[in-house]
């Protein structure tokens, strides 16, 4: 079995469907409103806040993805993992823009999809949240989230 045969799964090419722009009534969007780390540095936490005020909290990922997080929102872009630097030149090659991630809930971790938009609309599905949100945060592109996630633990916080 070939490398994009493992990969498959995860990438949903499509030439036939559009990548929406616009939020549906199901969704909202977020921002970063703090982002930081725990005492020692190794575990990351990052407040989502939506324009109602409610906020999100995040935790439980890297402190090395945090960090990057707040550089990227400084406006610091000349260091970059590997890992991101890869995306950035894949989807140069293939003329692809990454246009939003969506977050999600998939058990007791937050996930993401990452929307791509060009030649092709491709959607890479159930990557972890924390570096969607870097990427996000790089790229300078909207945070998506389940409204009903959203408000569930605004509700839990209240």
């Known amino acids: 079995m070939n490398q994009f045969n493992k990969i498959k799964k ?8 559009k990548i929406k722009q616009e939020i549906s009534n199901d969704e909202i969007q977020v ?12 575990q990351g936490v990052l407040i989502l ?8 909290p995040i935790s439980a990922f890297s402190g090395e993805v945090a960090r990057y997080i707040a550089g990227f929102k400084d406006g610091q872009r000349d ?5 991101y630097n890869l ?19 998939s058990g007791n971790a937050l996930r993401a999809n990452l929307y791509f938009s060009g030649r092709k ?28 996630l959203f408000e569930q633990q605004a509700k839990e916080l209240s």
Not at 31 to 42: M, N, Y
Not at 79 to 83: C, D, H, L, M, V
Not at 121 to 148: C, E, H, Q, W
């Open 10 to 17: 995860y990438i949903h090419p499509n030439d036939d469907f």
């Open 87 to 105: 995306i950035e030149q894949l989807s140069e090659e293939s003329e692809l823009f990454l246009v939003k991630i969506k977050i999600f809930d």
């Open 49 to 56: 806040k939506a324009d109602g005020g409610k906020e999100f």
């Open 79 to 83: 260091a970059i993992p590997t890992i």
């Open 31 to 42: 921002r970063i409103e703090q982002i930081g780390t725990d005492s020692l540095g190794l």
């Open 121 to 148: 609309n491709i959607v890479l599905r159930n990557f972890r949240a924390s570096d969607a949100i870097a990427l996000a945060t790089y790229y300078g592109i909207p945070i998506i989230m389940s409204k009903n």
